[in-house]
């Protein structure tokens, strides 16, 4: 089992920075892909960026290809996703979401994914 909890969240002017993260329970979460998702208002939850297990592998949307960068710290239990050159476009719901222990490899579908934080609101101004 997996417990997830986001943090970072606020408002943020265009083009400005802001960094997430998402620290992890379960003495799993070592052996677990990562991902982050978001959602706006109306819209489909939408893939943001995954990591795999070991953080060697990372894989983006192409929106934020170049602004966004994922990371994580096994030996903290947390996952980061530093945001830049952000966009009101990038206004949304942010969630970290954990892949079942046998799933290592950073994968852009909700499907592969068994655990979810509850959120944190991200709204940029232009």
């Known amino acids: 089992q997996v417990q997830l909890v986001e943090s970072g969240g606020g408002l943020a002017q265009a083009g400005g920075s802001l960094r997430l993260s998402c620290a992890a329970s379960?003495?799993?979460?070592?052996?677990?892909?990562m991902g982050w998702f978001r959602q706006a208002p109306g819209k489909e939850r939408e893939f943001v960026a995954a990591i795999s297990w070991s953080g060697g592998t990372t894989v983006y949307v192409d929106s934020v290809k170049g602004r966004f960068t994922i990371s994580r710290d096994n030996t903290k239990n947390t996952v980061y996703l530093q945001m830049n050159s952000l966009k009101p476009e990038d206004t949304a719901v942010y969630y970290c979401?954990?892949?079942?222990?046998?799933?290592?490899?950073?994968?852009?579908?909700?499907?592969?994914?068994?655990?979810w934080g509850q959120g944190t609101q991200v709204t940029v101004s232009s």
């Open positions: 379960g003495r799993t979460f070592s052996r677990n892909a």
């Open positions: 979401a954990a892949a079942p222990p046998y799933k290592r490899a950073a994968s852009r579908y909700k499907g592969d994914y068994d655990y």
